[in-house]
């Protein structure tokens, strides 16, 4: 039962928003921002991405930072420019927290473009 408590209250309320466009298209570069919320202090590893099918895909960046009590920690996120070689197509973008629990955030987008 003391363990079960004590579980309990190292557990916090962590918050992610992502703030990007529903819709890219020639001459446009992909990216987004981000917003990381947490109840308490607490030290994260968290990885921001955007996958698309028919696209280059990013490199892979794992983050670590110390989020402080109630005091929001904004970023941002670039992913690639839109050009004559990409292709109309549906993609996620996503931060997925890895540590100290596992959590993802994630939102769909569009890529227009001429196919």
Known sequence: MIVLIFLVQTISALTIEIDMKDSFSFGESISYD???????DITI?????AECPNAPQPLIE???ITL????QYTDFFSYIDIDESIEPQTCTAYIQIMEPTELREE???QIVTNP
């Open 107 to 109: 939102k769909t987008f």
């Open 45 to 49: 590893k968290y990885l921001p991405y």
């Open 62 to 64: 794992e983050k670590e």
């Open 68 to 71: 402080e009590a109630n005091e």
């Open 34 to 40: 981000y917003k990381l919320l947490s109840d308490k």
